[in-house]
C-alpha cells in the first residue's frame, strides 16, 4: 500500500505559481510512475501530467505544457508539480496518483494509489 498526501494548493492570482507537492508513505515510491490529475467543479477528472519511476520520462497534457513541470524526488519520497503563468482555467482538486505501469500512462483506470487532492484556486 502506499498512501500519497499533497500539498501546496492555495489562492494566487492569474499569471502566479504555485508548487504542488505529493508526498507517498507506506512503501517507497521510486517504483511507481505518478501522475497529476484535476478536477474542476461540474467536469470530469483530467489528466495533467506524468512521470516515469526513475523521473527520465515526462508527459503534459497540451494546455499545461510550457506553464507546468513534473519532477521527483525519489529520495524524499515526494513528485512536485511546479505550475507557472497560472490561468483562471487551472483552478480545480489537484491529485497525485501511483502506478505500477511502465508507459505513459493518462488514464486514470490505470493508477492503483490516489491521494485526496488539494486545492488550487488562481483569481483574476
Known amino acids: 500500500q502506499v498512501q500519497l498526501v499533497e500539498s501546496g494548493g492555495g489562492l494566487v492570482q492569474a499569471g502566479g505559481s504555485l508548487r504542488l507537492s505529493c508526498a507517498a508513505s507506506?512503501?517507497?515510491?521510486?517504483?511507481?510512475?505518478v501522475g497529476w490529475f484535476r478536477q474542476a467543479p461540474g467536469k470530469e477528472r483530467e489528466f495533467v501530467a506524468f512521470?516515469?519511476?526513475?523521473?527520465?520520462?515526462?508527459y503534459y497534457t497540451d494546455s499545461v505544457k510550457g506553464r507546468f513541470t513534473i519532477s521527483r524526488d525519489n529520495a524524499k519520497n515526494t513528485v512536485y508539480l511546479q505550475m507557472n503563468s497560472l490561468k483562471l482555467e487551472d483552478t480545480a482538486v489537484y491529485s497525485c496518483a501511483a502506478s505500477v505501469v511502465a508507459y505513459i500512462s493518462t488514464k486514470r483506470g490505470e493508477y492503483d494509489y490516489w491521494g485526496q487532492g488539494t486545492q488550487v484556486t488562481v483569481s483574476s
Open positions: 507506506g512503501r517507497t515510491l521510486s517504483t511507481y510512475s
Open positions: 512521470i516515469s519511476w526513475s523521473g527520465v520520462t515526462t
